[in-house]
């Protein structure tokens, strides 16, 4: 069982940028066999994607926040990361880091992180 | 609103089916693999079916999916109080370039 974990600030100004980091037990980020992604929910809705990233740095976003997002990995400490700026309270919402089933963006999500809440509110 | 489109809520009683359907298009259920995950609230989503009928390991065979052209279908069989979740549908869209999740529904176990 994979065990992914989020951390970072739970509380973020508005106009600010939020930052979370994924942390994959042993040198799993690093293997060739799969994509790691960025899911997010707000209260009482549903899931959105955020974006997605390989092993080598390629990159993935939703066109809906792809101005705002920037995620990287660091394969030497098996974490990836997520920052999106210029936040405001729309942007308050569990962030859930997840395992795509395969190499490929376009496949699902089989091991996910617990889900951290970040509010953003001054 | 989600692209694709799922029924707000379902119910049933227990030992019931009940059958939860997810609406895309062509550029994403039309031609991608769907999968279906269940979540409780405060928990992490799980993966329930993957590439439109596939159960990972230890997902019980009451869960079955499906797929037809633009559309897709999660049945529950043998309805039970455990099975009281969010159900989310997910293809990836070739137009958008991008990961959809359908809006979710609320199953309720009478």
């Known amino acids: 069982q994979l065990q992914l974990q989020e951390s970072g600030p739970g509380l973020v100004k508005p106009s600010e940028t939020l930052s979370l980091t994924c942390t994959v037990p042993?040198?799993?980020?690093?293997?060739?066999?799969?994509?790691w992604g960025w899911i997010r929910q707000s209260p009482g809705t549903g899931l959105e994607w955020i974006g997605s990233i390989y092993y080598t740095g390629s990159t993935y976003f939703n066109p809906s926040l792809n101005s705002r997002i920037t995620i990287s990995i660091d394969t030497s400490k098996s974490q990836f990361s997520l920052k999106l700026s210029s936040v405001t309270a729309a942007d308050t919402a569990v962030y859930y880091c997840?395992?795509?089933?395969?190499?490929?963006?376009?496949?699902?999500?089989?091991?996910w992180g617990q889900g951290s809440l970040v509010t953003v509110s001054s | 609103q989600s692209v694709l489109t799922q029924p707000p809520s379902a119910s049933g009683t227990p030992g019931q089916s009940v059958t939860i359907s997810c609406s895309g298009s062509?550029?994403?259920?039309?031609?991608?693999?769907v999968y279906w995950y269940q979540q409780f609230p405060g928990t992490a989503p799980k993966l329930l079916i993957h590439r439109n009928n596939q159960r990972p390991s230890g997902v019980p065979d009451r869960f079955s999916g499906s797929k037809s052209g633009t559309s897709a279908s999660l049945a529950i069989s043998g309805l039970r109080s455990e099975d009281e979740a969010d159900y989310y549908c997910?293809?990836?869209?070739?137009?958008?370039?991008?990961?959809?999740f359908g809006g979710g529904t609320k199953v309720t176990v009478l």
């Open positions: 042993g040198d799993s980020v690093s293997m060739t066999n799969y994509c």
């Open positions: 997910q293809a990836w869209d070739d137009s958008l370039s991008a990961s959809l």
């Open positions: 997840a395992r795509h089933l395969g190499a490929g963006f376009n496949q699902g999500f089989d091991y």
């Open positions: 062509s550029s994403n259920i039309g031609r991608s693999y």
